[in-house]
């Protein structure tokens, strides 16, 4: 039988309209909140003069942990650490929180991208 | 502060440029007009400003994880514009040709948003202030030119061996795209604790650090992480093998019917 042309397209099209609908639904799930029940230990963070206060947070090992991280300075800063996995920017004058951890005991450096040289810190799970 | 700036700026370019280049060798391996380009950066940098002039108050939202559940959904708005793209391109390249170009500059112009807005942020600490800005201007063009001349190079590298082995290496450089896409999304997610944290699948960070020039030219072409949590590389592997399932399926499909 001869065939249309639209014929032809029809079967890898749909296929291909349902692959991306069902991953609509599957990642739609993702927005599920999963915040646990627990309440998380928070620290204080403060970012002064292109500083960190304190430069040493002490924390609980193997625990999820919540930064409040506040900038002070007329200029936005960027949290940035390779160990945390963590990058986030904090505007002029305001205040963001940041989830870390759970981590394995340990040294965890972070910084200010946008003032590397004196922006410097590190987190210590213990 | 020449340097900071080089560096800053160099990161960031380097970020969105080696992904704008892979995505223009794909379309050019795929015999698209190129002319989608522009805009696509005009709404990369019309989304950046906009971002980063809101950002005072996206940060705010959903409890101060604003950024974050922006950054995620903007980040799966590409990865699923990417696959209906897919869609329509390889079941006929001729048809939907609006469709099609409406998904490139979406996924494109998406891509370098963030990037771009950092860029301005960065800036914007500057501006109105008696010294610096001259400095940290020229320090961000240094940063861009490099930035830009890698990815050029990794453009024609690509254009280059495409010409060979075009559709197998075509397909590799969409999924890994599409998996990194993904990935950094449920990083985000993770990061506003939306997701389950958890603790890292493996940890490279001896051999292969982040913060060393090799780890971040990976970390910006294929998402490279020394310490990746379960979400981020089942992301990663999902969303790739995805687009490959997809791509494989739909090419199939057309051998068969043509």
């Given at each position: 039988?001869?065939?249309?042309?639209?014929?032809?397209?029809?079967?890898?099209?749909?296929?291909?309209?349902?692959?991306?609908?069902?991953?609509?639904?599957?990642?739609?799930?993702?927005?599920?909140?999963?915040?646990?029940?627990?309440?998380?230990?928070?620290?204080a963070l403060e970012i002064r003069e292109h500083l960190f206060y304190p430069a040493e947070i002490?924390?609980?090992?193997?625990?999820?942990?919540?930064?409040?991280v506040t900038n002070q300075?007329?200029?936005?800063?960027?949290?940035?650490?390779?160990?945390?996995?963590?990058?986030?920017?904090?505007?002029?004058?305001?205040?963001?929180?940041?989830?870390?951890?759970?981590?394995?005991?340990?040294?965890?450096?972070?910084?200010?991208?946008?003032?590397?040289?004196?922006a410097?810190g590190?987190?210590?799970?213990? | 502060?020449?340097?900071?700036?080089?560096?800053?700026?160099?990161?960031?370019?380097?970020?969105?440029?080696?992904?704008?280049?892979?995505?223009?060798?794909?379309?050019?391996?795929?015999?698209?007009?190129?002319?989608?380009?522009?805009?696509?950066?005009?709404?990369?940098?019309?989304?950046?400003?906009?971002?980063?002039?809101?950002?005072?108050?996206?940060?705010?939202?959903?409890?101060?994880?604003?950024?974050?559940?922006?950054?995620?959904?903007?980040?799966?708005?590409?990865?699923?514009?990417?696959?209906?793209?897919?869609?329509?391109?390889?079941?006929?390249?001729?048809?939907?040709?609006?469709?099609?170009?409406?998904?490139?500059?979406?996924?494109?112009?998406?891509?370098?948003?963030?990037?771009?807005?950092?860029?301005?942020?960065?800036?914007?600490?500057?501006?109105?202030?008696?010294?610096?800005?001259?400095?940290?201007?020229?320090?961000?063009?240094?940063?861009?030119?490099?930035?830009?001349?890698?990815?050029?190079?990794?453009?024609?590298?690509?254009?280059?061996?495409?010409?060979?082995?075009?559709?197998?290496?075509?397909?590799?450089?969409?999924?890994?795209?599409?998996?990194?896409?993904?990935?950094?999304?449920?990083?985000?997610?993770?990061?506003?604790?939306?997701?389950?944290?958890?603790?890292?699948?493996?940890?490279?960070?001896?051999?292969?650090?982040?913060?060393?020039?090799?780890?971040?030219?990976?970390?910006?072409?294929?998402?490279?992480?020394?310490?990746?949590?379960?979400?981020?590389?089942?992301?990663?592997?999902?969303?790739?093998?995805?687009?490959?399932?997809?791509?494989?399926?739909?090419?199939?499909?057309?051998?068969?019917?043509?």
């Amino acid at each position: 039988m001869c065939k249309i042309p639209d014929e032809k397209l029809g079967a890898p099209i749909y296929a291909g309209v349902f692959a991306v609908l069902t991953n609509l639904i599957f990642f739609s799930f993702l927005f599920v909140p999963m915040a646990s029940i627990a309440a998380t230990p928070e620290f204080a963070l403060e970012i002064r003069e292109h500083l960190f206060y304190p430069a040493e947070i002490i924390v609980p090992a193997n625990t999820k942990v919540k930064l409040i991280v506040t900038n002070q300075d007329n200029a936005p800063e960027e949290f940035e650490s390779y160990g945390l996995n963590r990058e986030k920017v904090i505007m002029e004058h305001s205040k963001t929180v940041i989830f870390i951890g759970p981590l394995a005991p340990g040294e965890y450096p972070f910084f200010g991208e946008f003032n590397p040289k004196t922006a410097q810190g590190k987190v210590i799970a213990k | 502060m020449l340097l900071t700036a080089v560096i800053v700026v160099l990161r960031e370019v380097l970020e969105g440029a080696l992904l704008l280049s892979v995505l223009l060798a794909l379309s050019r391996h795929a015999d698209m007009k190129m002319f989608w380009v522009i805009p696509a950066m005009i709404l990369g940098f019309v989304g950046a400003a906009l971002y980063a002039s809101n950002l005072n108050h996206i940060s705010e939202w959903f409890d101060y994880v604003g950024q974050e559940v922006i950054n995620a959904a903007l980040q799966i708005t590409i990865f699923l514009a990417l696959l209906l793209f897919l869609v329509l391109h390889r079941a006929d390249k001729n048809r939907w040709l609006m469709a099609q170009f409406f998904l490139m500059i979406l996924v494109v112009g998406l891509a370098v948003t963030r990037e771009i807005s950092e860029i301005i942020l960065y800036l914007s600490g500057y501006v109105g202030k008696e010294n610096g800005l001259a400095t940290v201007l020229v320090g961000g063009c240094i940063g861009a030119g490099i930035g830009l001349s890698l990815s050029i190079i990794l453009y024609y590298t690509l254009t280059y061996f495409l010409a060979y082995r075009a559709e197998l290496l075509a397909n590799i450089l969409l999924g890994i795209f599409s998996g990194n896409i993904l990935s950094q999304a449920t990083l985000m997610l993770i990061q506003a604790d939306w997701l389950s944290a958890q603790g890292a699948v493996w940890d490279s960070s001896r051999w292969l650090p982040e913060d060393a020039i090799f780890g971040q030219l990976l970390y910006a072409v294929i998402g490279y992480e020394a310490t990746p949590s379960w979400w981020q590389v089942s992301a990663y592997f999902g969303g790739m093998s995805l687009v490959w399932l997809l791509v494989y399926s739909l090419d199939r499909g057309k051998r068969r019917d043509g």
